[in-house]
């Protein structure tokens, strides 16, 4: 990425989408996107994924 021409560098493009440019940034997403029902910050994903995990951590230490 030494020559990084604007047009197609990907890093540009990465830099455009976290600037919310969907249309001239880099946006993907899993195989699995459209099992997703709703949009939710990446605060509450995370505060779900801990809550999910300390719930199973209790449940397997008393089986």
Do not use: W
Request: hydrophobic share 40%.
């Amino acid at each position: 990425m030494k020559k990084c021409s604007f047009q197609f560098c990907t890093l540009d493009s990465l830099f455009k989408s976290m600037d919310g440019d969907v249309e001239d940034g880099l946006v993907f997403s899993g195989a699995r996107v459209h099992e997703f029902k709703s949009k939710l910050p990446v605060k509450k994903i995370m505060d779900l994924v801990i809550r999910d995990y300390q719930s199973s951590k209790v449940q397997a230490a008393n089986p």
